[in-house]
Nanobody, 126 residues
Framework: QVQLVESGGGLVQAGGSLRLSCAASGRTFSSCAMGWFRQAPGKEREFVAVISWSGNSTILAKSVKGRFTISRDNAKNTLYLQMNSLKSEDTADYYC???????????????????WGKGTLVTVSS
Protein backbone atom coordinates (compact mmCIF):
# COMPACT_ATOMS: atom_id res chain seq x y z
CA GLN A 1 0.00 0.00 0.00
CA VAL A 2 1.02 3.58 -0.67
CA GLN A 3 -0.43 6.64 1.02
CA LEU A 4 -0.32 9.83 -1.05
CA VAL A 5 -0.99 13.38 0.12
CA GLU A 6 -1.02 16.26 -2.34
CA SER A 7 -0.34 19.91 -1.52
CA GLY A 8 0.38 23.19 -3.26
CA GLY A 9 -2.91 23.84 -4.97
CA GLY A 10 -4.60 27.21 -4.87
CA LEU A 11 -5.79 30.20 -6.84
CA VAL A 12 -3.49 31.72 -9.45
CA GLN A 13 -3.91 34.14 -12.31
CA ALA A 14 -3.56 33.01 -15.89
CA GLY A 15 0.07 33.04 -16.90
CA GLY A 16 1.21 32.31 -13.38
CA SER A 17 2.93 29.30 -11.85
CA LEU A 18 2.30 26.75 -9.12
CA ARG A 19 4.23 23.75 -7.86
CA LEU A 20 2.31 20.77 -6.59
CA SER A 21 3.87 18.28 -4.21
CA CYS A 22 2.88 14.74 -3.31
CA ALA A 23 4.23 13.17 -0.14
CA ALA A 24 4.29 9.38 -0.26
CA SER A 25 4.50 6.86 2.54
CA GLY A 26 4.04 3.12 2.91
CA ARG A 27 5.54 1.12 0.07
CA THR A 28 9.10 2.00 -0.98
CA PHE A 29 8.62 5.21 -2.90
CA SER A 30 11.75 4.84 -4.98
CA SER A 31 10.48 1.59 -6.51
CA CYS A 32 7.21 3.08 -7.81
CA ALA A 33 6.40 4.83 -11.04
CA MET A 34 4.34 7.91 -10.23
CA GLY A 35 1.97 10.25 -11.99
CA TRP A 36 -0.33 13.24 -11.95
CA PHE A 37 -3.89 13.26 -13.24
CA ARG A 38 -6.58 15.92 -13.11
CA GLN A 39 -10.34 16.23 -13.20
CA ALA A 40 -12.10 19.42 -14.17
CA PRO A 41 -15.68 20.12 -13.05
CA GLY A 42 -18.12 18.10 -15.10
CA LYS A 43 -15.37 16.24 -16.92
CA GLU A 44 -13.69 12.88 -16.67
CA ARG A 45 -10.30 12.43 -15.05
CA GLU A 46 -7.46 12.90 -17.52
CA PHE A 47 -3.79 12.08 -17.66
CA VAL A 48 -1.28 14.87 -17.04
CA ALA A 49 2.17 13.32 -16.56
CA VAL A 50 3.95 10.18 -15.41
CA ILE A 51 7.52 9.43 -14.33
CA SER A 52 9.49 6.22 -13.86
CA TRP A 53 10.99 5.16 -10.55
CA SER A 54 14.36 6.66 -11.43
CA GLY A 55 13.01 9.85 -12.94
CA ASN A 56 14.81 9.12 -16.19
CA SER A 57 11.64 8.55 -18.16
CA THR A 58 8.68 10.92 -18.28
CA ILE A 59 5.56 11.25 -20.41
CA LEU A 60 3.45 14.40 -20.51
CA ALA A 61 0.06 15.05 -22.02
CA LYS A 62 0.12 17.11 -25.18
CA SER A 63 -1.97 19.82 -23.51
CA VAL A 64 0.70 20.52 -20.88
CA LYS A 65 3.92 19.74 -22.72
CA GLY A 66 6.28 22.70 -22.62
CA ARG A 67 4.48 24.21 -19.63
CA PHE A 68 4.47 21.49 -16.95
CA THR A 69 7.38 19.46 -15.56
CA ILE A 70 7.12 16.30 -13.50
CA SER A 71 9.97 15.36 -11.18
CA ARG A 72 10.66 13.38 -8.05
CA ASP A 73 13.01 13.35 -5.08
CA ASN A 74 13.35 9.76 -3.90
CA ALA A 75 15.34 10.83 -0.86
CA LYS A 76 12.35 12.89 0.29
CA ASN A 77 9.65 10.48 -0.92
CA THR A 78 8.11 13.37 -2.82
CA LEU A 79 6.69 13.84 -6.30
CA TYR A 80 6.40 17.28 -7.89
CA LEU A 81 4.50 18.95 -10.68
CA GLN A 82 5.83 22.35 -11.71
CA MET A 83 3.13 24.20 -13.63
CA ASN A 84 4.04 27.32 -15.61
CA SER A 85 2.09 29.53 -18.00
CA LEU A 86 -1.14 28.37 -16.45
CA LYS A 87 -4.36 28.71 -18.41
CA SER A 88 -7.99 28.78 -17.28
CA GLU A 89 -8.46 25.33 -18.81
CA ASP A 90 -5.91 23.96 -16.32
CA THR A 91 -8.44 24.51 -13.53
CA ALA A 92 -9.09 21.11 -11.94
CA ASP A 93 -8.56 18.83 -9.00
CA TYR A 94 -5.06 17.39 -9.37
CA TYR A 95 -4.41 13.85 -8.17
CA CYS A 96 -1.14 12.16 -7.37
CA UNK A 97 -0.90 8.48 -8.25
CA UNK A 98 1.54 5.63 -7.72
CA UNK A 99 2.08 2.35 -9.48
CA UNK A 100 3.00 -0.97 -7.94
CA UNK A 101 5.50 -1.23 -10.81
CA UNK A 102 8.73 0.70 -11.29
CA UNK A 103 8.14 1.57 -14.93
CA UNK A 104 5.26 3.41 -16.52
CA UNK A 105 2.97 1.16 -18.53
CA UNK A 106 1.06 3.07 -21.24
CA UNK A 107 -0.81 -0.13 -22.12
CA UNK A 108 -2.61 -0.28 -18.78
CA UNK A 109 -5.46 2.01 -17.77
CA UNK A 110 -4.17 5.20 -16.20
CA UNK A 111 -0.62 4.27 -17.24
CA UNK A 112 -0.59 1.48 -14.67
CA UNK A 113 -1.32 3.59 -11.58
CA UNK A 114 -2.68 1.62 -8.62
CA UNK A 115 -2.85 4.08 -5.71
CA TRP A 116 -4.41 7.54 -5.56
CA GLY A 117 -4.31 10.62 -3.37
CA LYS A 118 -7.36 12.69 -2.50
CA GLY A 119 -6.42 15.60 -4.71
CA THR A 120 -5.61 19.29 -4.48
CA LEU A 121 -7.60 22.01 -6.23
CA VAL A 122 -5.96 24.34 -8.73
CA THR A 123 -7.99 27.31 -9.89
CA VAL A 124 -6.68 29.54 -12.67
CA SER A 125 -8.45 32.85 -13.06
CA SER A 126 -8.48 34.58 -16.42
Amino acid sequence: QVQLVESGGGLVQAGGSLRLSCAASGRTFSSCAMGWFRQAPGKEREFVAVISWSGNSTILAKSVKGRFTISRDNAKNTLYLQMNSLKSEDTADYYCAASAQSQVNPMRPNYGMDYWGKGTLVTVSS
